[in-house]
């Protein structure tokens, strides 16, 4: 299965943003070639395949890693999904 991951960018050189994943310490590599506007150091990516598919809105971002950190169901009180999403714990619906 392929995911897309939110990234901070960190620096900027050649079209090519060197990104955080999350709070860790690991980096990537984002060719910037498709977005129309340049991020700057600091914003948030939704990168996938070494693309940066589009600059994320802060709040998005935090909440995307929080449900990946978590395993948490994205649809609240919906036990039928949150069972047909693979590897999902079978107590990840989200405490309201």
């Known amino acids: 299965m392929c995911l897309a991951v939110p990234a901070e960018v960190i620096r900027i050189a050649d079209g090519v943003a ?6 860790g310490q690991s980096l990537i590599r984002a060719s910037l070639m498709l977005l129309p506007d340049l991020p700057s150091p600091g914003d948030q990516l939704m990168v996938h395949a070494g ?7 802060p709040a998005e971002a935090e909440e995307t890693l929080r449900l990946l950190r978590g395993g948490e ?24």
Do not use: V
């Open 18 to 23: 060197t990104c955080r994943l999350g709070e």
């Open 51 to 57: 693309f940066a598919l589009r600059i994320m809105d």
């Open 73 to 96: 169901c994205p649809i609240e009180g919906d036990a039928t999904a949150c069972a047909a999403i693979p590897g999902a714990p079978a107590n990840a619906l989200r405490k309201a």
